[in-house]
C-alpha cells in the first residue's frame, strides 16, 4: 500500500515505520496518490500563536476571549481537555478550568501569522479557499507534474514548514471533494493528516452523525431529529423528491452528501459577505463613554480585518443586546463604501445616538457589509465633513506606524475609555 513518512516525506510501501528516518508518524492508503482536494485547518490557531510568542504558556491551558461576561474565542488542546470550547461563556470556560490562563485577542498579530500561512500555500497551488485566518480549502489537481511529488506529499511539506518555519502546527484532510475533504481534517486533530478516499466513503459515512455536516446547526438538527434522521443512513431511506419537499434548498443538499457527493469546486474567490466585531460586557452598561470607547475599538478592529483583506464596506452595521438578551440592530448605507476606522466609528456613533438610551447593554457590535475591493474605497470623501480627508490621511500614517512599532504604539483617547 501507498505510504508517506509524514516527517521526512519519503515515499514507500506499507510499513509502521519510515525505513528511512524511523519516524512512526506514517501515512498509509489506496488512494494516497490519487486524491487532491484538502482542508487545511491551524490547530487552535490563536492559542498556538500566544504559546509560539510567549513559551511559559506551553504547558498551560490557554484560553483567548474577553473578561468573565466575554466568550470563548479559542482554547488550546489542555483546556479542551477540560471541556472548554470555542463560544462559550467565559464563567463557564473557567469553572471548567480555573486554571487556565486567560488572554486578549491580538488579530493583527494573527491576521500577520495567517498572511505567512496563506504564503506557503499559494506555493502549491492558486486554487485556495480561505474560510477564515485560520483554515482552508485547496485544490491540487494537476499539480503532480509541477512539484515532482502527489499533493499529499506536498500538503504534508506544508504543515511541515508550517511547523518549522511559522510555528504553528495544522492538521490535514484530503479527499476527492471539499466536503469530506473538512469531514477528514477533523479526525484526528491536533497534527492530524487524514484522508477519506472514494473507494471507502460509502461504508465512512454510513453509521456517521448527520451532524457531522458542516452548517447543520441546531435548528437544522431538530427538524432532522424530527423526521428521524439522524445518521447518513437514515438520510438515504428519503429519497430526493421528499427530502427537497420537506427540507427546501437544504433537502437538495442533503440527498447529494448522504451519498458522499459535493460537487461544488474550491474557489479561489468565493466572496466574503461582511467583516464584523463584537464584544460582551463584565458588567451591564448604559454609560455612553463606555459605550463611545468600545464603538471605537470595535470600528479599529473591523478596519484593521478590512485593511488585511484589501476590502471595504457599504453599509456599517451596530448590533447591541440588552441585559434581557433582546438584540438592537442598526444599518446605515454609505455612499461610497469604506474601511476607515474613523469614517466606520462615526457612523456606528450615530446609529447608537438612535437607540442609546433603550440599554443597559450586555453585548456591543460593529460590522461592515456589501464588500468591494479597497480601490472603490473612500474616493470621494464626506461632503459634509471636510475634515474627513485629513483624518483619514492621519489614519493612514498611524497604521504604518502601529505596522512598523505594534498595534499599541498608538492609541485614541477615547479607546482608552
Known sequence: MPSLCRDC?????????????????????????????????????????????????????????????GVVS?????????????????FQALKLCPE????KTRMDVYVQVSKQVRALMEELTPDIEPLSLDEAFLDLTGTEKL?????????????????????????IGLSHNKFLAKVASDLDKPRGFSIIGKAETDAFLHDKSVRMIWG???????????????????????????????????????????????????SAHAPVKSISKETTFNDDTNDTDIL?????????????????????GRVVTLKLKRSNFSAISKRLSLGDATQIADRIYRTARDLFAQVGDQGPYRLIGVGISDLVGEDQADISGDLLDP???????????????????????????????
Open 9 to 69: 516525506l519519503t515515499q514507500f510501501e506499507t510499513a509502521q515505520r519510515c525505513p528511512k528516518c524511523a519516524s512512526p508518524r506514517v501515512l498509509s492508503h489506496p488512494e494516497l496518490a490519487q486524491l487532491s482536494i484538502a482542508h487545511m485547518d491551524c490547530d487552535a490557531f490563536y492559542a498556538s500563536v500566544e504559546k509560539r510568542d510567549n513559551p511559559e504558556l506551553r504547558d498551560k491551558p490557554v484560553i483567548i476571549g474577553g473578561g468573565r461576561r
Open 74 to 90: 479559542t482554547a488550546c488542546y489542555i483546556a479542551r481537555i477540560k471541556g472548554v470550547r470555542s463560544a462559550m461563556p467565559m
Open 100 to 103: 487556565a490562563v486567560v488572554v
Open 147 to 171: 512539484h515532482g511529488a502527489p499533493p499529499a506529499v506536498m500538503l504534508a511539506r506544508l504543515v511541515k514548514r508550517m511547523r518549522e518555519e511559522i510555528g504553528i502546527t495544522g492538521s
Open 216 to 266: 447543520v446547526g441546531p435548528a437544522a438538527q431538530a427538524s432532522l431529529d424530527k423526521a428521524g434522521i439522524k445518521t447518513f443512513t437514515d438520510l438515504l431511506r428519503w429519497d430526493r423528491k421528499d427530502l427537497n419537499a420537506r427540507f427546501g434548498s437544504m433537502g437538495e443538499r442533503l440527498f447529494f452528501l448522504a451519498r458522499g457527493q459535493d460537487r461544488r469546486r474550491v
Open 292 to 312: 463611545d470607547g468600545h464603538i471605537w475599538r470595535l470600528a479599529e478592529q473591523v478596519s484593521d480585518r478590512a485593511k488585511a483583506k484589501s476590502m471595504a
Open 387 to 417: 475634515d474627513a480627508n485629513r483624518r483619514a490621511k492621519a489614519e493612514r500614517a498611524t497604521d504604518k506606524i502601529r505596522e512598523k512599532f505594534g498595534s499599541d504604539a498608538i492609541l485614541k483617547g477615547r479607546a482608552l475609555r
